[in-house]
Nanobody, 123 residues
Framework: QVQLVESGGGLVQAGDSLRLSCAAS????????MGWFRQAPGKGREFVAA??????RTYYADSVKGRFTISRDNANVYLQMNSLKPEDTAVYYC??????????????????WGQGTQNTVSS
């Protein structure tokens, strides 16, 4: 198991940028695929991005491709969000998995989750 704590959420305007951080603890962090999900009010948890254990491969939902960038270092995972849109408003969650990428990821693939951080984008 890995413990995850997100930070960096906030209220911004459309077109602005925001960077989320996820601090991970646990000896096996480097062996996990790390991901970001988001959940808007009244909707299910949606895959946003993921990064392989080595950082060499990244995966994105079509809705954020070209605007968001996921990265990681020895103890953190980051989500750089540019050109934000009102539809990006959601609670963003960091998560860990050892599942292989098969075209997309689902929330059920991830066993460890952070508490979430709210991002609100005003128009």
């Amino acid at each position: 198991q890995v413990q995850l704590v997100e930070s960096g959420g906030g209220l911004v305007q459309a077109g602005d940028s925001l960077r989320l951080s996820c601090a991970a603890s646990g000896r096996t962090f480097s062996s996990y695929v790390m991901g970001w999900f988001r959940q808007a009010p009244g909707k299910g948890r949606e895959f946003v991005a993921a990064i392989s254990w080595s950082g060499g491969r990244t995966y994105y939902a079509d809705s954020v491709k070209g605007r968001f960038t996921i990265s990681r270092d020895n103890a953190n995972v980051y989500l750089q969000m540019n050109s934000l849109k009102p539809e990006d408003t959601a609670v963003y969650y960091c998560a860990a998995t050892d599942a292989y990428y098969r075209g997309t990821y689902y929330a059920a693939d991830f066993g460890s989750w952070g508490q979430g951080t709210q991002n609100t984008v005003s128009s």
